[in-house]
T-cell receptor, first 111, second 114 residues
Framework: SQELEQSPQSLIVQEGKNLTINCTSSKTLYGLYWYKQKYGEGLIFLMMLQKGGEEKSHEKITAKLDEKKQQSSLHITASQPSHAGIYLCGADFLRDDKIIFGKGTRLHILP | NAGVTQTPKFRVLKTGQSMTLLCAQDMNHEYMYWYRQDPGMGLRLIHYSVGEGTTAKGEVPDGYNVSRLKKQNFLLGLESAAPSQTSVYFC?????????????FGPGTRLTVT
C-alpha cells in the first residue's frame, strides 16, 4: 500500500550486528502492527503500538511509535540467524476493522 | 486448537477455471480476512468479514467473491481464473473488536494460474 512505506526493502547484516527497519505513514494512524514472516510461511504477530511515543520490547526486538503517530521503527539488537525473514508493518487508519500492510523488508543475516 | 487452517496448500489452475479456497478457524473469531501476497507488493487485502453472513471489499476485490455462511469458515472463490491471480493467498482472523487486536494467519495457499 502506498499509505505505508517501509525502508529498506532489503537488508543484509552480519550476525551480531544491530539493525533498524522503518515504517512511515502518509497520515496519522490509530494502531501500528509489526509482523514477521519466515520465508514460505504465514505471518507471526510481533507487537502492536497505539499511543504516540510508545515503545515495546520483546526479547531483542524493540518497536517505537513517534509522537505524531506517523512513523514507527523496529530495532533488532545483536541479530541472530533466527531473525531472518520478512518484516511487515501494518496500520489501522480509520477504525474500520481492517489493517493495511506495507510492502515488507527482507532481512538476511550472514553467519 | 488448530488456529487458522487453509485448504488447499497448493493448486495449479488453467486460465478460465474456477476454484474455492477454504479458510477455517477454531478460535470463535468474529473477523476474518483474505489477503494476497505478491513479490514486491507486500500483503494486499482482498475481502474481509466482520461476522457470520457479512462480507466487505478490501483493496483488490476484483475477480474474487467470498462467503461467510458459518462463523468459523471464510471461502474465497475465483470464478474464472486469470494468470494475474497467480499469488500466495493468506487467510487471517481476529477477535471481536478487531481494532488493535492481533490477526492470526493461516499457512497460505500457493496458487498458479497458467
Amino acid at each position: 500500500s502506498q499509505e505505508l512505506e517501509q525502508s529498506p526493502q532489503s537488508l543484509i547484516v552480519q550476525e551480531g550486528k544491530n539493525l533498524t527497519i522503518n515504517c512511515t505513514s502518509s497520515k496519522t494512524l490509530y494502531g501500528l502492527y509489526w509482523y514477521k514472516q519466515k520465508y514460505g510461511e504465514g505471518l507471526i504477530f510481533l507487537m502492536m503500538l497505539q499511543k504516540g511515543g510508545e515503545e515495546k520490547s520483546h526479547e531483542k526486538i524493540t518497536a517505537k511509535l513517534d509522537e505524531k503517530k506517523q512513523q514507527s521503527s523496529l530495532h533488532i539488537t545483536a541479530s541472530q540467524p533466527s531473525h531472518a525473514g520478512i518484516y511487515l508493518c501494518g496500520a489501522d487508519f480509520l477504525r474500520d476493522d481492517k489493517i493495511i500492510f506495507g510492502k515488507g523488508t527482507r532481512l538476511h543475516i550472514l553467519p | 486448537n488448530a488456529g487458522v487452517t487453509q485448504t488447499p496448500k497448493f493448486r495449479v489452475l488453467k486460465t478460465g477455471q474456477s476454484m474455492t479456497l477454504l479458510c477455517a478457524q477454531d478460535m470463535n473469531h468474529e473477523y476474518m480476512y483474505w489477503y494476497r501476497q505478491d513479490p514486491g507488493m507486500g500483503l494486499r487485502l482482498i475481502h474481509y468479514s466482520v461476522g457470520e453472513g457479512t462480507t466487505a471489499k478490501g483493496e483488490v476485490p476484483d475477480g474474487y467473491n467470498v462467503s461467510r455462511l458459518k462463523k468459523q469458515n471464510f471461502l474465497l472463490g475465483l470464478e474464472s481464473a486469470a494468470p494475474s491471480q497467480t499469488s500466495v493467498y493468506f487467510c487471517a482472523s481476529t477477535g471481536t473488536g478487531a481494532i488493535f487486536y492481533e490477526q492470526y494467519f493461516g499457512p497460505g495457499t500457493r496458487l498458479t494460474v497458467t
